[in-house]
C-alpha cells in the first residue's frame, strides 16, 4: 500500500523562526513530489520536486528531494504569521496503465500555527 | 499558476436531493480532472479520476452510481452527487491536471462545502 507520511502532525512557532517540515514516502512507481499549502479553501500549490538534491525555492519557502532516503523537507525561513495553514505533501504516483493514469496520494499534513 | 474554478462554493440541500458541481480549468486544457473529498481535519482523499471524453475511474469504496461524473470537455468536469444524504456532507474539490514539457502537476479548484440537511 501506498503511504506518504508527514511530520510533525502539529507546529507551533514565533513570527521569525524558521520550520522544517518533513515527508516520507513508500509509494509504487513514483514520479513527483508536490507540496501544497492549504488555508481555509482548497489547496495551492507551492512545489514540485522530482529530482534529488535540488533545491527549489520561492521567497522564504524552500524544498528539497531526496530520493534515495524517500523523502523531502519544507523549510520556511523568517516565520510570518500568514504561514499559518496545513502543509501538505503529495506524491504522484503512475497508475498500472503507465503514464496515462496518474494520481496523487496525500499525506495527513502539518499544522502550522505562527504566533505574533 | 494555472487556474481551476469551482462552481458552487456552498451548497445547502434537502436529504434525497442531487446536486452537481462543476470544475472547470480556465486558462488551459486539462484531458484528465480529479475529484476529491475532505472531511475537517483530513486530508484530502482522492474519489475518482475523470479523462476527458471516457468514464471515470472511481477509487475502491466511492459508488460510481452514486457519485456521477462527466468530462464532456477538456475545460469542463462534472460531478453530481446523486441522492444526497447527510453522510455525504463534506468539503469536494476538483483539481487539474497540467503538463508542459514532460512535467506535471495539479492545480487545485477552491471547493465546494456541501451540506445536507
Known amino acids: 500500500e501506498d503511504k506518504v507520511v508527514q511530520s510533525p502532525l502539529s507546529l507551533v512557532v514565533h513570527e521569525g523562526d524558521t520550520v522544517t517540515l518533513n515527508c516520507s514516502y513508500e509509494v509504487t512507481n513514483f514520479r513527483s513530489l508536490l507540496w501544497y499549502k492549504q488555508e481555509k479553501k482548497a489547496p495551492t500549490f507551492l512545489f514540485m520536486l522530482t529530482s534529488s538534491g535540488i533545491e527549489k525555492k520561492s521567497g522564504r519557502l524552500s524544498s528539497i528531494l531526496d530520493k534515495k532516503e524517500l523523502f523531502s523537507i519544507l523549510n520556511i525561513t523568517a516565520t510570518q504569521t500568514g504561514d499559518s495553514a496545513v502543509y501538505l505533501c503529495a506524491v504522484a504516483l503512475l497508475g498500472n496503465s503507465g503514464g496515462s493514469n496518474y494520481k496523487l496520494t496525500f499525506g495527513k499534513g502539518t499544522l502550522l500555527t505562527v504566533n505574533p | 499558476g494555472a487556474v481551476v474554478s469551482q462552481h458552487p462554493s456552498w451548497v445547502i440541500c434537502k436529504s434525497g436531493t442531487s446536486v452537481k458541481i462543476e470544475c472547470r480549468s480556465l486558462?488551459?486544457?486539462?484531458?484528465?480532472m480529479f475529484w476529491y473529498r475532505q472531511f475537517p481535519k483530513q486530508s484530502l482523499m482522492l474519489m475518482a479520476t475523470?479523462?476527458?471524453?471516457?468514464?471515470?475511474?472511481?477509487e475502491q469504496g466511492v459508488e460510481k452510481d452514486k457519485f456521477l461524473i462527466n468530462h464532456a470537455s477538456l475545460t469542463l468536469s462534472t460531478l453530481t452527487v446523486t441522492s444526497a444524504h447527510p453522510e455525504d456532507s463534506s468539503f469536494y474539490i476538483c483539481?487539474?491536471?497540467?503538463?508542459?514539457?514532460?512535467?506535471?502537476?495539479?492545480?487545485f479548484g477552491p471547493g465546494t462545502r456541501l451540506l445536507v440537511l
Open positions: 475523470s479523462n476527458e471524453g471516457s468514464k471515470a475511474t472511481y
Open positions: 483539481s487539474a491536471r497540467d503538463s508542459w514539457w514532460g512535467q506535471e502537476t495539479q492545480y
Open positions: 486558462d488551459f486544457q486539462a484531458t484528465t
